[in-house]
């Protein structure tokens, strides 16, 4: 979703994806729904409502078909949905989604033990993807998020070239958005600025969004890094749960309360109330009992003269 | 201090001072004396050891003279203390430090409830401390510490130009630095940059350090955005013990391991060693049983493929 003229940032809120993969127990569907209803009640414009992958391999998002169908029926929300192959593409695609995320790690020994594909067969992957999409549903958008983009526990370093010639193929196979996520939690500031600097003159517009993890606490100073090279849209996870089950050590997604705040306390609208994003916090504590969540916002609070951003102006 | 060739950054470690003097318990100074050495062998160069305070007021400070002259006995550390007023100076020459840091509050009620006194009476007592340091201990160097400089939870919106308006009063009676301190936690990436912009103009080589607490997680990304204002020094606290005890809702300063992960991780040298930093939270669990201690770096470690920035060159 490009960005809408009221908002500045687009929060893409990826809990009901990201975070509910990485947690063991299945979240009822009927919470789910209640749950993605008050995210979006929120204000949130962007919701990754699940993925399309064998249930064998992720039973926790078996219903992603119905979540799908329940996100559809709220007014205005963009959906998009997580799909690692054509088989899943073709389930997103005829469940309605908006959008889907094809994951794409950059490297190669990561792609093989997350989805069993050498680099490539996952280009023929996409290839397949997008020639059906573009032939029965030309309105849905694909976007490629290259995951370790910014290193990886089984390869090691991940240089800045191996990750724009992944985003350039990407671009030539007709994606129309390349995102890039730090699936372990190694970016830091500077290889973010200059990553996403260095993504944009390579693909221009198709650039996307920046999934970040927490691991070493510096999500948000990542943010930081990546605002000023241009991005507009972040993901985040409402209470910072997920993560990656492949990668070992990575830890949740940036929590999306502190996000928010970050961003509004910057200036920058989000269109996101803080209030309504931490009362939804409600149905994973009903759907996920006894779940750690994070976050600091939701502790400490917004500060006593804080304005959103609209305010501020 | 100013920073050495063979490091880019100064972390200026404020645990002993910040951190312990936000805990009820006294930690025996026996353990402090081991715990200071600790964290200069790890490779610290500055270290803010104690408060010359009354102990009526802080208990926990009632043996930093002794602190001060262990941390003296320590090859290259460089050895800071915080003082409040003339008293407190004179203790703190006698004792030998090598500078100490004055806070002044930007908000006169936050100085009112911290230390009781109006910004006309805390000039006047600045004045009297540069006098006693020109005539008695001229080597001593003299910081000005401007807390609640981007928000008070007392005054609340505290504007860029109060803030500068003391800085440039601070440089008028005679200080050698001015910093910058978040008291409790209210600053934002945006703020940040241009408020030490506007104070490296308004003051030239007097603006210094940065001082951030991660009440709501922002501490990193305010780093961030201090480097891009070329801020070289940041105060950090081992474990994240800290914060202000007349600042509701303050918490902890940032976490000096998470910050020189983040540090070294941008290429930019500190000079210290992360195995040893957190093998100085020994004499923390020690000296203060079942006090918390925060950050990322010590639970999910540097990262396989973490190097420091002199070998990253």
């Not at 594909?117 to 997008?130: L, R, S």
């Not at 996000?259 to 269109?271: A, F, H, I, P």
Request: charge should be negative.
């Amino acid at each position: 979703m490009k960005t809408a003229t009221d908002i500045d940032i687009l929060v893409s809120e990826v809990g009901p994806r990201d975070g509910l993969q990485s947690v063991k127990a299945s979240m009822p569907t009927e919470l789910k729904l209640q749950w993605v209803s008050a995210l979006a009640g929120a204000g949130l414009r962007e919701i990754e409502v699940g993925s399309f992958v064998s249930p064998k391999l992720l039973p926790q998002m078996a219903d992603a078909a119905e979540v799908v169908a329940h996100a559809l029926s709220l007014p205005g929300l963009y959906v998009t949905a997580l799909v690692p192959n054509l088989k899943g593409a073709q389930a997103a695609f005829d469940a309605g989604v908006h959008k889907i995320t094809l994951p794409i790690s950059v490297s190669e020994p990561h792609s093989i033990s997350n989805i069993r594909k050498t680099h490539a067969q996952v280009f023929e992957e996409v290839q397949a993807v997008v020639a059906l999409r573009n032939e029965r549903f030309p309105d849905v958008q694909i976007e490629a998020g290259l995951s370790t983009a910014f290193g990886c526990t089984l390869q090691g370093v991940v240089s800045d070239d191996e990750t724009l010639a992944i985003a350039v193929r990407m671009a030539e196979l007709g994606v129309d958005e390349v995102g890039l996520s730090d699936t372990v939690g190694y970016a830091n500031p500077n290889q973010v600025r200059r990553l996403f600097t260095r993504l944009r003159s390579a693909v221009g517009e198709l650039a996307g969004s920046a999934h970040f993890h927490n691991t070493r606490g510096q999500g948000l100073a990542n943010v930081v890094a990546a605002l000023e090279a241009g991005v507009t849209t972040f993901d985040g996870s409402l209470g910072g749960l997920g993560g990656c089950p492949y990668a070992p050590g990575a830890s949740g997604n940036i929590v999306t309360e502190d996000l928010v705040w970050l961003l509004e306390s910057m200036g920058l609208r989000t269109g996101v109330d803080l209030d309504r994003l931490a009362a939804a916090r409600e149905w994973l504590h009903k759907g996920l009992p006894g779940e750690p969540l994070y976050g600091f916002i939701p502790d400490a609070g917004v500060g006593k003269h804080f304005t959103y951003a609209k305010e501020a102006v």
